[in-house]
């Protein structure tokens, strides 16, 4: 595979084609991990994570484990939450197995997980970590593998490390952004700084008649009364909710619309230091919601969250 010097940041893509070559890539990555001393974090799949594990034997106890599953049913949360969460937490360089993408993820999952790939390279720039990222080569179609070497400077494969000619994170960036439209019989709740509390109230109450879970409602009222506030203090002091059910899935979801200028594509992604007042709104909302996605353009800014019910 070729090893990085110490210190070195390198964001890999594995492209395997069968399941032999993706279980003896990531147990050799992580036994290699192992024995320099490194720390190892594999996050998986949940089905994946079982077979590695099983592969790993006794060696396993030595690797933190992460069902991605679930870690990362919102991709925009992997970042503070399992890639930042794990590497911050040790000295030197770190050895992380991270897989977001795979054939299962809906369109629009994708589009927060290849988002999130895309983003890796700035979190981690100049830290001494070592991500590897697998990707089915054989289920995965010729777009989501363009995307791959377009968001991993390295790549490997079953002919070795080799860097990407066509790295380019930023153009996959540009295309994940896209506008969110609300469909056109959803009520909207006009908000400013005096009815923040009433926009809580309104989600509440919409999400209930939609059948969202009663132990979603305090997550439901947290995230739109984080949103709310952002808009009112960094989106020119007004914005709209709208609130509604995906046909396809049933889940809720709510979108906060707001005149804004959202440029920091990282906030809410990664740890905010302990010292800094603020910027933790946004983390939480990724915490919470499991999937969110942002539209950033001139003058306006969406955000829409969906809560499975």
């Not at 964001?11 to 720390?39: C, K, M, S, W």
């Not at 809580?200 to 939609?210: N, P, S, T, W």
């Not at 049933?250 to 603020?278: E, K, N």
């Amino acid at each position: 595979m070729g090893e990085v010097a110490t210190g070195e940041f390198s964001h890999e893509a594995l492209l395997y084609r069968d399941e032999a070559a993706y279980v003896q890539a990531i147990t050799a990555f992580a036994v290699d991990g192992v024995a320099n001393g490194e720390p190892v974090a594999l996050a998986l799949p949940t089905d994946k994570l079982a077979t590695v594990s099983r592969e790993l034997g006794e060696a396993a106890r030595d690797v933190e484990l992460v069902d991605m599953s679930a870690a990362g049913r919102n991709p925009g949360a992997i970042l503070s939450g399992v890639l930042r969460g794990f590497a911050d937490s040790h000295r030197g360089r770190v050895r992380v197995v991270g897989e977001p993408i795979w054939p299962e993820r809906s369109s629009v999952e994708y589009a927060a997980a290849v988002e999130h790939e895309a983003l890796i390279n700035e979190a981690f720039a100049g830290m001494p970590a070592v991500i590897l990222c697998p990707y089915d080569a054989t289920r995965l179609g010729r777009g989501v593998l363009d995307d791959a070497v377009a968001t991993h400077p390295d790549l490997v494969d079953e002919t070795g490390r080799h860097h990407s000619t066509a790295y380019d994170p930023h153009a996959v960036l540009d295309g994940c952004n896209r506008p969110l439209p609300v469909p056109s019989s959803v009520p909207a709740f006009r908000f400013d700084l005096h009815t923040l509390a009433e926009v809580r109230r309104f989600a509440i109450a919409h999400a209930e008649c939609l059948g969202a879970r009663r132990d979603r409602f305090e997550d439901i009222a947290l995230v739109v009364g984080e949103l709310a506030a952002n808009s009112v203090q960094h989106g020119g002091g007004t914005g709209t909710l709208c609130v509604w059910q995906e046909a396809s899935t049933g889940a809720v979801v709510c979108q906060v619309d707001d005149s804004g200028c959202h440029t920091d594509l990282l906030a809410g992604r990664v740890p905010v230091p302990p010292d800094r007042i603020g910027g933790r709104g946004l983390l939480l909302v990724n915490r919470l919601a499991d999937l969110v996605r942002t539209y950033r353009g001139a003058g306006h800014t969406a955000t829409r969250v969906w809560f499975d019910r």
